[in-house]
């Protein structure tokens, strides 16, 4: 185990499912530009994603995704923390989770323990 996972809170497991991704500023669906991602791996407190465009850093999106080893959506905001282009001419986007109540984290932290 090396020093960042000792310091992450939240056991991170590697999953891969289809995330739909879109502007928190879009007031309707015409406005919304949504990109269909692929997790990488994911934590109760974000994910990381293959991204076929660009997303700014800081930037506050919204998140959907079915829960690793479940039929529940998940629905929320996330931010942007880092992005990086792939080789392939994707891009790999960190986004961790906000505004989520406790029971909300302890609800996905239990669904991804369950894949891992």
Same mark, same amino acid.
């Given at each position: ?7 992450? $809170? /939240? ?15 879009? $007031? ?45 959506? /998940? ?42």
């Amino acid at each position: 185990m090396d020093i960042q996972d000792e310091r992450r $809170r /939240f056991q991170r497991v590697t999953n891969q499912f289809n995330v739909r991704i879109f502007h928190e500023t879009a $007031r309707d669906v015409k406005e919304t530009s949504v990109k269909i991602a692929r997790s990488i791996n994911i934590s109760a407190s974000g994910i990381l994603l293959a991204v076929n465009g660009f997303l700014e850093e800081q930037k506050t999106v919204r998140v959907t995704f079915v829960k690793p080893n479940s039929i529940e959506l /998940f629905e929320g905001s996330a931010r942007v923390v880092r992005t990086s282009k792939n080789n392939d001419l994707t891009f790999s986007v960190a986004l961790v989770f906000t505004g989520l109540s406790e029971s909300e984290v302890n609800d996905l932290d239990y669904q991804i323990r369950m894949t891992a």
